[in-house]
């Protein structure tokens, strides 16, 4: 069972969504701005995907332009970029797919296919 981090007005989700259930792949959903991912899911989830910690951020979110972290995140220091992203779920890429021994960030249905097909 998957754990998906979604944000259902979000069409990215929604596709990420149709497409597991074409595929039968079973998942439970989390609102992603009402059960924001906590310092320590994050952590383990980073460690996870081997994937630089700016990948989980919505770079093109208003939030994320709002606070202009496009300047201040190079100055950020890992635990205050966890700490960041836990306190607000509208700033974490979305959709989040996460499984025992993978996660996925956003929605590519290629990746998805070769990741999820196996």
């Known amino acids: 069972m998957y754990l998906l981090l979604e944000y259902p007005t979000c069409s990215t989700c929604k596709k990420a969504k149709k497409w597991l259930d074409e595929h039968q792949i079973p998942y439970q959903t989390r609102h992603i701005k009402e059960q924001p991912p906590n310092v320590e899911e994050l952590k383990q989830w980073h460690q996870m995907s081997t994937l630089p910690l700016k990948r989980f951020f919505n770079t093109s979110g208003m939030v994320y332009k709002e ?4 300047e201040k995140l190079p ?3 890992e635990e205050q970029q966890y700490k960041l992203l836990a306190e607000n779920g509208m700033l974490v890429k979305r959709p989040l797919l996460i499984g025992s021994d993978i996660i996925l960030i956003g929605f590519q249905e290629t990746q998805w296919e070769q990741i999820l097909s196996q």
């Open 67 to 70: 606070m202009q972290l496009k």
């Open 75 to 77: 100055q950020m220091s």
